[in-house]
């Protein structure tokens, strides 16, 4: 969520509690790794590999940074994110997530203040999108491998 604030400035992290049946897990929401209930936060340089993260989950929500939004792609997860106006490749990428992706758009209000949680069971239930397409980064690992 880099560019949102610090996790430590949601305001809206007690409210997690309240799903119960949904994990939320918050890279660089602490400076260790916490759980609390259903909430897990992980420093910024967790030992954790964020793809991973990405694709044992059932849903994205972030802002509409170039590498989240790939790796919530070709995972083929429903992305609630958040619109930033002032970032000029933000139109780009919000033109991007809807001619290709499942997802909602959160404005930052709607995001710092836990609103998008409202909207939450819609973005779950966009369900997940199979993609059957050559995995980019396999694909330059087996090029750089095979000039070796």
């Known amino acids: ?28 929401g602490s400076a260790a790794a916490a759980t609390v209930g259903n ?7 967790a ?13 994205v929500v972030g802002k509409t940074g170039y590498s989240t939004v790939a790796e919530a792609y070709h995972a ?14 933000s139109a780009v990428m919000e033109a ?3 001619a290709h992706m499942r997802g909602i758009a959160f404005s930052e209000v709607e ?16 369900g997940r999108i199979a993609r059957d397409e050559p995995n980019g980064a396999e694909q330059v690992a087996g090029f750089l491998l095979g000039g070796l």
């Open 39 to 45: 909430v897990l936060r992980l420093p910024n340089h």
């Open 1 to 28: 969520m880099g560019g949102l604030s610090s996790a430590d400035q949601h305001t809206f992290l007690d409210q997690l509690a309240v799903w119960l049946h949904v994990h939320f897990v918050i890279p660089g």
């Open 76 to 89: 083929g997860l429903p992305y609630g994110y958040v619109s930033r106006p002032r970032f000029r490749e």
């Open 47 to 59: 030992a954790l590999y964020h793809p991973d993260i990405i694709r044992a989950a059932d849903a």
């Open 96 to 98: 991007y997530i809807h």
């Open 111 to 126: 995001f710092r203040s836990g609103a998008w949680l409202n909207r939450l069971p819609d973005l779950l239930a966009l």
